[in-house]
């Protein structure tokens, strides 16, 4: 996330013109915008027509021998009503589409924003918090930018069209309503800063509640195996109180907020009345005019408390909004050069870590590579092994460009990696990591995740060469089958499979291997094992392993300890020269 710095500048200026930031995703449905404006336009002027409507039957339309005034009076009285019915439908129909299109693009722009960040971004952010202002800050913002906005804006049309018939109509009434204004204005100023810090005070809790429940519910067999579910429940609700709580001074602040705006305004409109219908009985004024007046003011009473009532609603929707904004001021710092260079036709799968010194952006202060040097030769088989925190799969991170070292440079084919686009780059790039992380789609589109346009012979072939293809087949739906979230259908090595086959068909001339046999059964092992070794021909290979068996044919084992090289040879020169290599085999091996 950004710094707290930034975070307290974004935060004050969570005001409602933190909105604007939605122009951009309005603009491309300008036809919409122009044709509710025109609608809203007529609907207004209908509404405002209805009491010169009042007027006319009233002074003209009771009198003996009106039956011809007083039938069209009600006619025109009919005819303005249907217009307003019509201009309404077409008003709710543009702004409700309006707000969905655009909110559709704001989440769509918003995905792209968040898929394009480094893995750094997703060390700092909880996933659940991301997913949070993603679906529930964007329906904040549809459902003021579908409906509040059009409120408002005939809210105020509405008021500013009252305010001056009203003077048009009685110019004295008038100005006794208009004394009362700044009464009206006072509570709106006076609450609304309140409102709005507790509408992002609110999104927030909320956000938080929902991280928590991403978190556990991805995690629930460990949840359940250690008993976890009464605890996860109390925290989740913890969260949830929190949530409410600030939603109920939020709710108590806006509901106090619309009663004052209510009184003040009735009363004033009492005190008007009062005043005009002296006026009436004294003869001074005509009983239409008063009608007409009273109606006009009931009006921008209306526009006022439905004002009041949504201008809850923006500040909220201009505290998600700027929630989301914090997400769009996030840069990746792993981005392609201005000019990236090519990588060759044929990459040939060299690799070189010259004098790598690195550090995690989340522990700043532990190294987890120190002056680090490696060469690997095209084509060749490199292991490297170690004990927990050796910096083994950092190395991968690295080649995989989601980090760059904070010093030396790391070389493909004698290009640095910081020239190449980091897409181009991992193209290049086969990665079966630890724990395979499969998706809810069938079986087929997983393996052919990291190729989309493999037909289903070269998928299934890959299967094949993972041992994958018996268990696929036997699938209620074979290859269509739905994996589950996170491949939950299938067992630890099932998954394995799938994650070795879909490197398999992306035939990158580099394989990244961690701890890719890790869950599989002693005979499964095996035949992926001589699946693997006649992939790897021609193919750089770089493989990390805590189970030493798996690594003895490697051309080179690369023994780490604490971000160090400490030891390199074959599995026999190691055990020789003894060293913590040897130490480690002979747990492994004679214990």
């Known amino acids: 996330m950004s710094t707290p710095q930034q975070s307290t500048s974004i935060r004050q200026r969570a005001r409602p013109r933190a909105l604007l930031s939605l122009w951009p995703y309005v603009r491309p449905h300008r036809g919409l915008a122009i044709s509710w404006v025109v609608f809203l336009a007529l609907s207004s002027s209908a509404t405002l027509a209805l009491p010169y409507g009042v007027r006319l039957i009233i002074d003209h339309g009771f009198r003996q021998g009106a039956e011809a005034a007083l039938n069209r009076s009600f006619m025109v009285l009919f005819l303005i009503a249907l217009v307003l019915a019509l201009a309404t439908a077409g008003r709710y129909f543009c702004i409700t589409l309006l707000g969905e299109r655009a909110v559709t693009s704001l989440r769509q722009c918003l995905y792209a924003h968040l898929i394009g960040q480094d893995v750094a971004f997703f060390e700092r952010l909880r996933v659940g918090e991301v997913i949070s202002r993603l679906g529930t800050d964007t329906t904040v913002v549809q459902d003021m930018l579908g409906s509040g906005v059009s409120v408002a804006l005939r809210s105020i049309v509405t008021l500013f069209g009252s305010a001056v018939l009203m003077t048009w109509t009685s110019p004295r009434l008038a100005g006794l309503t208009a004394l009362v204004i700044p009464g009206v204005i006072l509570p709106i100023a006076l609450f609304g800063r309140k409102l709005q810090r507790l509408s992002r005070s609110n999104q927030d809790r909320i956000a938080d509640s929902a991280a928590i429940a991403n978190e556990t519910l991805n995690a629930v067999s460990t949840v359940k195996a250690y008993t976890r579910e009464q605890v996860e429940s109390e925290r989740y609700n913890k969260a949830a109180q929190a949530a409410l709580h600030t939603a ?34 004294a003869g001074n004024l005509a009983v239409g005019i008063l009608g007409q007046f009273v109606l006009y003011a009931v009006f921008a009473a209306g526009a006022v408390a439905a004002l009041g009532e949504t201008w809850g609603e923006v500040l909220r929707a201009a505290g998600a909004m700027s929630r989301i904004d914090e997400l769009f001021t996030e840069q990746p710092v792993i981005v392609a050069p201005a000019a990236p ?65 904070q010093q030396g440079r790391i070389l493909l084919d004698g290009i640095n990696l910081r020239d190449l686009d980091p897409v181009e780059l991992r193209r290049h790039l086969a990665l079966v990591p630890q724990e395979p992380i499969l998706f809810h789609t069938s079986a087929a589109d997983n393996i052919r ?143």
């Open 248 to 281: 109920k001074q939020r709710i108590q602040i806006r509901a106090g907020l619309t009663a004052t705006i209510i009184v003040l305004v009735f009363g004033a409109i009492t005190l008007v009345l009062w005043s005009g219908a002296r006026d009436v009985v």
């Open 341 to 405: 260079q090519p990588t060759p036709r044929h990459v040939r799968g060299e690799i070189i870590f010259e004098n790598i010194e690195f550090h995690y952006p989340s522990r700043p202060d532990t190294p987890s590579l120190i002056d680090f040097n490696l060469h690997i030769r095209p084509g060749e088989r490199v292991a490297l092994v170690g004990p927990s925190g050796a910096g083994k799969s950092t190395v991968l991170h690295l080649l995989l460009r989601f980090y760059d070292p």
């Open 449 to 591: 995740f990291g190729r989309i346009e493999a037909d289903q012979a070269e998928i299934e072939a890959a299967a094949t060469a993972a041992e994958a293809a018996a268990f696929i087949r036997s699938l209620p739906q074979g290859y269509a089958m739905p994996l589950g979230e996170r491949g939950v259908r299938l067992s630890g090595g099932q998954k394995q499979r799938i994650a070795i086959a879909r490197a398999l068909l992306k035939n990158a001339p580099v394989l990244l291997l961690d701890e890719a046999t890790s869950s599989l059964d002693a005979q499964s092992e095996a035949a992926i094992q001589a699946a693997l070794t006649r992939l790897e021909q021609n193919r750089t290979t770089l493989v990390i392993a805590h189970r030493l068996a798996t690594v003895q044919r490697a051309d080179r084992i690369v023994v780490m300890d604490v971000g160090h090289i400490i030891a390199e040879g074959r599995h026999e020169e190691l055990l020789q020269s003894g060293g913590l290599y040897a130490e480690l085999a002979h747990l492994q091996f004679l214990s």
